[in-house]
């Protein structure tokens, strides 16, 4: 019998099978490049500075007023795990500003990688005492409606993505105002006199994968570049599907690099943790590089010239902080553009040493022709 | 084998457990935080509701079916790594008779159910053929198609079949009436439950009262004794790795059916490699593999309570998960091995 070598691989399946279960093996996690659910209700537009109400329902929420002084008790459900250095660290310091600033009782619960144990954890969060119990991501609004309805005198905050539920508010942001911007400076660095650019009208973008929340900033990025110059060609290029495609650095160092060779002088990336490819690639090839969600500008100073953020956490306070006061409204969409913070570029020290002036100026102008409407940004949601 | 004692049986099991217990209870308290809420939340807690427990139940079907998958293969000496590919594809099977198709449940679940199974063993039947007639090593080519299948469905989920307006790589929802029944009140505890149960019998008696039983074990026993006694042992191996591929995409199709109601790129935590476990702990025992994906299904449940009602983080949880399966699996492996060395002595005796 060969049952000796069969033995010991068994013995390694196993050690596979426990590692398995701690949740390597599983995708659908907090993918950093955090995309929002498709919202017909939710208009790619701003208005004005304060965030807006989208959805002109009627908020059926329990009585917002009359409680704004006493200690407001919070969960948030993670749908995956903290730890990312972007989207849910963002969204946890969020919570722990609202408990260092607002004096809440913060408690967040951390739900792994088991798609199928989301539910029962969140129904369970629902059942304690907590005042405000905080979703995010595009994976959850299922999730939202099923356990929402059960708790109708609970508050949901849910970001990243929107249901229709009236005890629910929804959070969603404006990734392709804050991707213009980003395509604006590429657009501009291409065209400026920065030591390391091509030479040929080109910057490139990688994508985590064909979906409709990073074509938000696919659209975002290319019109902005195209409104900078319109000769601007923008290469596109996507990591692969599902969960892993925010996972594999490789690959995205592969395409950003044949972005590069094709003559882009930057590549933007919308790839979550597969985006620290596109940074290598820049570092490697003396080009540029723009980061996503979080500050990634420190990555690689100089090369990563800035990064489109996505405010999680100054979202997740504020709308804390409209509960503490009494102000919160459920059944509705708060959007967080531009005007409110809810997205931009990190404007840091490497920005003002690194960015050309006439870029930064670019850049700011944009801003304003965004505010003044003067300028339409297109959706990636069809 | 089965005639030792009850006694015997169940002892080294428990006093596994019991020092998994211990040791994890020292992890917890070197963190600075005391076990007993841990245990209460990871052993207890799942029993404490109705609602609860219903969630063990969830939780312990794509467990049972898996095992049974392994053990099947395991039984006629076959590795079937690829129980977690052949369920994906059992699983998008089932999930597009869910969704293209119209007609009441009577028709839709056994043609969605049938249809990953035939899928599922389909799929299997590959590599059943490639060991059975080139010698190819089914651990080999199993695992390489978990991938291929995998990221097939994933292609067809974000491609062809993707829901429209979706933000996900899910597929459309399927028809309300191919819904497996739920059976306790506000719970998602579903009928899929009974099917792997009565699989699990099924098995048994496959195993014990059927003469492919016994060229299933004889070849996995030893197969140039099964030859040398007028059995096919390349139509054997085929069997063995239909029935683990039916039993694969069975237990796609009632995630699907029962928990998901669409197909969800991605959906499955490892189900196929935690059957190997399964399977061990319960010595390829298809009676006792209910009982061996019942523990694996109240961990699974404890830990997610742990996680909502303890301080103690994600991560601690997994690893006191870890070492508690990793103890008493390893009491199953070791007698599993020991057997073999029995059989191995009593070849070359």
């Given at each position: 019998m060969k049952s000796k070598p069969m033995i010991v691989l068994v013995i390694l399946c196993l050690l596979l099978a426990a590692c398995g279960s701690g949740?390597?093996?599983?995708?659908?996690?907090?993918?950093?490049?955090a995309p929002i659910a498709a919202s017909?209700?939710?208009?790619a537009t701003m208005a004005a500075s304060a965030p807006v109400i989208t959805d002109g329902t009627v908020g059926a929420g329990a009585s917002p007023t009359g409680e704004a002084v006493e200690k407001l008790r919070i969960a948030m459900f993670v749908n995956g795990a903290l730890g990312d250095k972007s989207f849910w660290d963002s969204a946890n310091a969020g919570v722990r500003r609202a408990n260092t600033e607002l004096g809440a009782e913060v408690r967040v619960v951390e739900g792994g990688f088991d798609v199928s144990s989301w539910e029962p954890a969140l129904r369970r969060l629902a059942q304690a005492d907590y005042d405000i119990i905080l979703v995010g991501t595009f994976q959850m609004p299922d999730i939202v409606n099923s356990v929402a309805p059960d708790f109708p005198d609970k508050k949901f905050i849910l970001f990243d993505a929107t249901v229709d539920q009236s005890n629910v508010a929804n959070i969603s942001y404006a990734q392709n105002e804050g991707s213009f911007l980003a395509g604006v400076l590429a657009g501009c660095v291409a065209n400026s006199d920065l030591p390391n650019v091509s030479g040929d009208k080109t910057v490139g973008v990688v994508g985590g994968e064909d979906v409709a929340v990073i074509n938000d900033f696919v659209v975002g990025y290319e019109q902005g570049a195209q409104y900078v110059d319109p000769e601007m060609q923008v290469l596109k290029a996507y990591v692969g599907t599902g969960a892993p495609a925010y996972n594999d650095p490789a690959k995205a160092k592969e395409l950003a690099t044949a972005q590069f060779s094709d003559g882009a002088s930057i590549v933007f990336q919308v790839a979550g943790g597969s985006g620290l490819g596109v940074i290598d690639a820049a570092k490697e090839q003396n080009r540029y590089a723009i980061g996503v969600d979080?500050?990634?500008?420190?990555?690689?100073p100089g090369v990563v010239l800035s990064s489109m953020l996505k405010r999680v956490d100054n979202s997740v306070f504020d709308l804390i902080q409209m509960e503490a006061t009494g102000s919160l409204r459920t059944g509705k969409t708060y959007l967080y553009g531009i005007q409110n913070d809810g997205v931009g570029l990190a404007e840091d020290k490497y920005y003002d040493q690194h960015v050309p002036q006439e870029c930064k100026d670019q850049v700011d102008r944009a801003k304003q022709d965004i505010a003044s409407k003067k300028v339409r940004v297109k959706s990636g949601f069809k | 084998m089965r005639q030792r004692g009850l006694v015997a049986e169940v002892i080294p099991p428990v006093l596994s457990l019991v020092a998994a217990l211990a040791l994890s209870g020292l992890i917890i308290a070197a963190l600075g935080s005391s076990p007993l809420p841990v245990y209460k939340a990871l052993l207890l807690s799942p029993f404490e509701s109705l609602a609860t427990f219903s969630e063990v139940l969830v939780r312990m079907v794509p467990l049972l079916l898996s095992g049974l998958a392994v053990a099947v293969a395991f039984r006629c000496g076959v590795f079937n790594l690829g129980v977690e590919g052949q369920l994906y594809l059992g699983a998008f099977a089932a999930a597009w008779v869910g969704f293209a198709l119209v007609g009441p449940g009577i028709v839709l679940i056994p043609a969605a159910l049938l249809f990953g199974a035939l899928v599922g063993a389909v799929y299997a039947f590959l590599p059943g053929v490639l060991r059975a007639y080139s010698g190819a090593s089914e651990i080999v080519t199993t695992i390489m198609l978990n991938y291929v299948a995998i990221n097939l469905t994933t292609y067809l989920v974000t491609g062809p079949f993707r829901a429209p307006n979706?933000?996900?790589?899910d597929s459309e929802p399927i028809a309300a009436t191919a819904h497996l029944a739920r059976f306790l009140p506000e719970s998602r505890a579903h009928v899929g439950l009974f099917i792997a149960l009565s699989l699990a019998v099924g098995l048994y008696i496959l195993l014990y009262q059927t003469t492919i039983g016994y060229e299933l074990r004889m070849t996995g026993a030893n197969p140039r004794f099964a030859e040398y006694g007028g059995i096919s042992v390349r139509r054997t191996v085929l069997i063995a790795m239909l029935l683990s591929g039916v039993l694969a995409g069975l237990l796609g199709a009632i995630e699907v059916l029962g928990v998901q109601y669409r197909f969800r790129s991605?959906?499955?935590?490892g189900y196929g490699f935690d059957g190997i476990t399964v399977a061990l702990l319960a010595r390829v025992e298809p009676l006792a593999i209910p009982f061996a994906a019942f523990l694996f299904a109240v961990l699974r449940a404890g830990a997610s309570i742990a996680a909502v009602d303890t301080e103690v983080s994600r991560e601690v949880v997994d690893v006191l998960q870890a070492i508690i399966i990793l103890f008493v699996t390893a009491e199953g492996l070791w007698s599993f091995v020991r057997r073999r060395h029995v059989v191995a002595a009593g070849q070359r005796g």
């Amino acid at each position: 019998m060969k049952s000796k070598p069969m033995i010991v691989l068994v013995i390694l399946c196993l050690l596979l099978a426990a590692c398995g279960s701690g949740g390597a093996a599983t995708p659908g996690g907090a993918t950093t490049a955090a995309p929002i659910a498709a919202s017909p209700t939710v208009e790619a537009t701003m208005a004005a500075s304060a965030p807006v109400i989208t959805d002109g329902t009627v908020g059926a929420g329990a009585s917002p007023t009359g409680e704004a002084v006493e200690k407001l008790r919070i969960a948030m459900f993670v749908n995956g795990a903290l730890g990312d250095k972007s989207f849910w660290d963002s969204a946890n310091a969020g919570v722990r500003r609202a408990n260092t600033e607002l004096g809440a009782e913060v408690r967040v619960v951390e739900g792994g990688f088991d798609v199928s144990s989301w539910e029962p954890a969140l129904r369970r969060l629902a059942q304690a005492d907590y005042d405000i119990i905080l979703v995010g991501t595009f994976q959850m609004p299922d999730i939202v409606n099923s356990v929402a309805p059960d708790f109708p005198d609970k508050k949901f905050i849910l970001f990243d993505a929107t249901v229709d539920q009236s005890n629910v508010a929804n959070i969603s942001y404006a990734q392709n105002e804050g991707s213009f911007l980003a395509g604006v400076l590429a657009g501009c660095v291409a065209n400026s006199d920065l030591p390391n650019v091509s030479g040929d009208k080109t910057v490139g973008v990688v994508g985590g994968e064909d979906v409709a929340v990073i074509n938000d900033f696919v659209v975002g990025y290319e019109q902005g570049a195209q409104y900078v110059d319109p000769e601007m060609q923008v290469l596109k290029a996507y990591v692969g599907t599902g969960a892993p495609a925010y996972n594999d650095p490789a690959k995205a160092k592969e395409l950003a690099t044949a972005q590069f060779s094709d003559g882009a002088s930057i590549v933007f990336q919308v790839a979550g943790g597969s985006g620290l490819g596109v940074i290598d690639a820049a570092k490697e090839q003396n080009r540029y590089a723009i980061g996503v969600d979080s500050n990634q500008n420190g990555e690689a100073p100089g090369v990563v010239l800035s990064s489109m953020l996505k405010r999680v956490d100054n979202s997740v306070f504020d709308l804390i902080q409209m509960e503490a006061t009494g102000s919160l409204r459920t059944g509705k969409t708060y959007l967080y553009g531009i005007q409110n913070d809810g997205v931009g570029l990190a404007e840091d020290k490497y920005y003002d040493q690194h960015v050309p002036q006439e870029c930064k100026d670019q850049v700011d102008r944009a801003k304003q022709d965004i505010a003044s409407k003067k300028v339409r940004v297109k959706s990636g949601f069809k | 084998m089965r005639q030792r004692g009850l006694v015997a049986e169940v002892i080294p099991p428990v006093l596994s457990l019991v020092a998994a217990l211990a040791l994890s209870g020292l992890i917890i308290a070197a963190l600075g935080s005391s076990p007993l809420p841990v245990y209460k939340a990871l052993l207890l807690s799942p029993f404490e509701s109705l609602a609860t427990f219903s969630e063990v139940l969830v939780r312990m079907v794509p467990l049972l079916l898996s095992g049974l998958a392994v053990a099947v293969a395991f039984r006629c000496g076959v590795f079937n790594l690829g129980v977690e590919g052949q369920l994906y594809l059992g699983a998008f099977a089932a999930a597009w008779v869910g969704f293209a198709l119209v007609g009441p449940g009577i028709v839709l679940i056994p043609a969605a159910l049938l249809f990953g199974a035939l899928v599922g063993a389909v799929y299997a039947f590959l590599p059943g053929v490639l060991r059975a007639y080139s010698g190819a090593s089914e651990i080999v080519t199993t695992i390489m198609l978990n991938y291929v299948a995998i990221n097939l469905t994933t292609y067809l989920v974000t491609g062809p079949f993707r829901a429209p307006n979706a933000a996900t790589a899910d597929s459309e929802p399927i028809a309300a009436t191919a819904h497996l029944a739920r059976f306790l009140p506000e719970s998602r505890a579903h009928v899929g439950l009974f099917i792997a149960l009565s699989l699990a019998v099924g098995l048994y008696i496959l195993l014990y009262q059927t003469t492919i039983g016994y060229e299933l074990r004889m070849t996995g026993a030893n197969p140039r004794f099964a030859e040398y006694g007028g059995i096919s042992v390349r139509r054997t191996v085929l069997i063995a790795m239909l029935l683990s591929g039916v039993l694969a995409g069975l237990l796609g199709a009632i995630e699907v059916l029962g928990v998901q109601y669409r197909f969800r790129s991605g959906f499955s935590p490892g189900y196929g490699f935690d059957g190997i476990t399964v399977a061990l702990l319960a010595r390829v025992e298809p009676l006792a593999i209910p009982f061996a994906a019942f523990l694996f299904a109240v961990l699974r449940a404890g830990a997610s309570i742990a996680a909502v009602d303890t301080e103690v983080s994600r991560e601690v949880v997994d690893v006191l998960q870890a070492i508690i399966i990793l103890f008493v699996t390893a009491e199953g492996l070791w007698s599993f091995v020991r057997r073999r060395h029995v059989v191995a002595a009593g070849q070359r005796g």
